[in-house]
T-cell receptor
């Protein structure tokens, strides 16, 4: 099956800093999504992005499908950005999740 | 409208017992998904429904796990003869298209 590798596994930022999270896939996917799991465990859908670039406020994501990777950019980070960021991919509805990047934003 | 809801939020059961976990998807969402998440890991796919039928149940770990969605809305995940290794957070998601929206999960503890 598809393998999903996320990096870095942990990230500590000072409030206001920018960061880039990466997700590599072992095979092509046509369904790729990024999620944020807040400290209370709720998973929030950030982007559906099988290819191209999308932006939503301080967050943006880029997927290069031909090279099987995706990037999530967080700009001007805030303490509320803390939590675990997951990417997930698959061919249809059965998403395979990576192990996540745990982000801590310090005030 | 309301988001995905799951009941109960917490369930403690003894090894060998039967449990049912319920998921109410977002109104109008045709697809419904079950995942489970162990501590420190990403969610692991179990099964997904398109309408009333299971479109993909390849993630169910064994025949002790079963899920239904009889009217194409609410779904129930059923676990027979629970084992300590079944302890996890069980997550439900629904979608109208590709984007999946998750509920708060049911934390299952098997003692």
């Amino acid at each position: 099956g598809i393998q999903v590798e996320q990096s870095p596994p942990d990230l500590i930022l000072q409030e206001g800093a920018n960061s880039t999270l990466r997700c590599n896939f072992s095979d092509s996917v046509n369904n790729l999504q990024w999620f944020h799991q807040n400290p209370w465990g709720q998973l929030i859908n950030l982007f559906y992005i099988p290819s191209g670039t999308k932006q939503n406020g301080r967050l943006s994501a880029t997927t290069v499908a031909t090279e099987r990777y995706s990037l999530l950019y967080i700009s001007s980070s805030q303490t509320t950005d803390s939590g675990v960021y997951f990417c997930a991919g698959g061919s249809q509805g059965n998403l395979i999740f990576g192990k996540g990047t745990k982000l801590s934003v310090k005030p | 409208g309301a988001g995905v809801s799951q009941t109960p939020s917490n369930k403690v059961t003894e090894k060998g017992k039967y449990v049912e976990l319920r998921c109410d998807p977002i109104s109008g969402h045709t697809a419904l998904y079950w995942y489970r998440q162990s501590l420190g890991q990403g969610p692991e796919f179990l099964i997904y429904f398109q309408g009333t039928g299971a479109a993909d149940d390849s993630g169910l770990p064994n025949d002790r796990f079963f899920a239904v969605r009889p009217e194409g809305s609410v779904s129930t995940l059923k676990i027979q003869r629970t084992e300590r290794g079944d302890s996890a957070v069980y997550l439900c998601a629904s979608s109208l298209s590709y984007e999946q929206y998750f509920g708060p999960g049911t934390r299952l503890t098997v003692t």
